[in-house]
């Protein structure tokens, strides 16, 4: 079993949709969950930043963690045609931003957003 | 966000031939920066850890003597694919740590003829 599952799509929706991307992982460690958006051919930036669990929201933008059921959750309401990138999950052990722990990635769900 | 660039963003070479990737934390320092290597449709795997002032750590099966990593700086890390040849072509991103998390650059495209 892999570390960290993702569906790798793709995922087309109409615009103005809510978007469901998920991941879930097998490591009890992980701690700090991020979602990261990736377009074609540039470098993954980040999204949305979680430590354990709860919910999280930034503007269209909602992340939820389910420590329990290793199971996190990125929605994104009033989907926009800009939206259309990969998303990858990625979470770590400790704080990614100390540089002692590594990012474990999911494989990435690619989404169209067609207008 | 902090700002990771790297250079060049594409690079086309001969086999057997060497290319170096700078990675560069423009507004702030960085004493461990990440290696990622990207083949199509599939994840980010890293490759190794740059550590300033000491010798970089690399994952299982990534061979240190093809891929040479050099922390110059407390703001640039180097990866030199030596004597490349056509399965080395991938694109390759770096990541700083920084804040609470890791900032990525915009990753290089190599292709090896």
């Known amino acids: 079993q892999k570390e960290v599952e993702q569906d790798p799509g793709p995922l087309s929706v109409p615009e103005g949709a809510i978007v469901s991307l998920n991941c879930t992982y097998s490591?009890?460690?992980?701690?700090?969950f991020m979602w990261y958006r990736q377009y074609s051919r540039k470098g993954p930036e980040l999204l949305m930043y979680t430590y354990s669990s709860g919910n999280k929201e930034d503007g269209r933008f909602t992340a939820q963690v389910d420590k329990s059921s290793k199971y996190i959750s990125l929605f994104i309401r009033d989907s926009q045609p800009s939206d259309s990138a990969t998303y990858l999950c990625?979470?770590?052990?400790?704080?990614?931003?100390?540089?002692?722990?590594?990012?474990?990635f999911g494989k990435g769900t690619k989404l169209s957003v067609i207008p | 966000g902090a700002v990771v660039s790297q250079h060049p963003s594409r690079v086309i070479c001969k086999s057997g031939t060497s290319v170096k990737i700078e990675c560069r934390s423009l507004?702030?320092?960085?004493?461990?920066m990440f290696w990622y290597r990207q083949f199509p449709k599939k994840s980010l795997m890293l490759m190794a850890t740059s550590n300033e002032g000491s010798k970089a750590t690399y994952e299982q099966g990534v061979e240190k003597d093809k891929f040479l990593i050099n922390h110059a700086s407390l703001t640039l890390s180097t990866l030199t694919v030596t004597s490349a040849h056509p399965e080395d072509s991938s694109f390759y991103i770096c990541?700083?740590?920084?804040?609470?998390?890791?900032?990525f650059g915009p990753g290089t495209r190599l292709t090896v003829l």
């Open positions: 990625a979470m770590s052990a400790g704080p990614p931003g100390a540089g002692s722990y590594q990012l474990t």
């Open positions: 990541s700083a740590p920084g804040g609470d998390t890791q900032y």
């Open positions: 507004d702030f320092q960085a004493t461990t």
């Open positions: 490591n009890s460690a992980f701690q700090y």
